[in-house]
């Protein structure tokens, strides 16, 4: 496993925008699928987004296609969650997630199950 630490949630009124962080505390997770996920007061945890280890391929929710962004930075061992046009819809708590155990993958982090590591998760709320 790898120690995950989120930032960047905070504020926002709709349609603006926010960058969250995923940085590997430790150890590198670049050889990693890495996935962004979120969760709604009274809801379950949705996948949001993500990206195999070598930053080449992503996949998006149909909720923030268009309007999100997934990328990562190996030399900061971070990566990224660009949201643009927020929407009060996306009020929630969004954990970024890893596999640890496919190195090298190009597979996704796209349920649950696939991860093995979580963050400890940062809050965004959207104003209307």
């Known amino acids: 496993q790898v120690q995950l630490v989120e930032s960047g949630g905070g504020l926002v009124q709709a349609g603006g925008s926010l960058r969250l962080s995923c940085a590997a505390s430790g150890r590198s997770f670049n050889w990693y699928p890495v996935g962004w996920f979120r969760q709604a007061p009274g809801k379950e945890r949705e996948f949001v987004a993500t990206?195999?280890?070598?930053?080449?391929?992503?996949t998006y929710a149909d909720s923030v296609k268009g309007r999100f962004i997934i990328s990562r930075d190996s030399a900061k061992n971070t990566v990224y969650l660009q949201m643009n046009s927020l929407k009060p819809e996306d009020t929630a708590v969004y954990f970024c997630?890893?596999?640890?155990?496919?190195?090298?993958?190009?597979?996704?982090?796209?349920?649950?199950?696939?991860?093995?590591?979580w963050g400890q998760g940062t809050q965004v709320t959207v104003s209307s």
């Open positions: 997630a890893a596999d640890s155990r496919r190195p090298y993958s190009d597979d996704y982090v796209r349920r649950k199950s696939d991860a093995d590591s």
């Open positions: 990206i195999n280890w070598s930053g080449h391929s992503t």
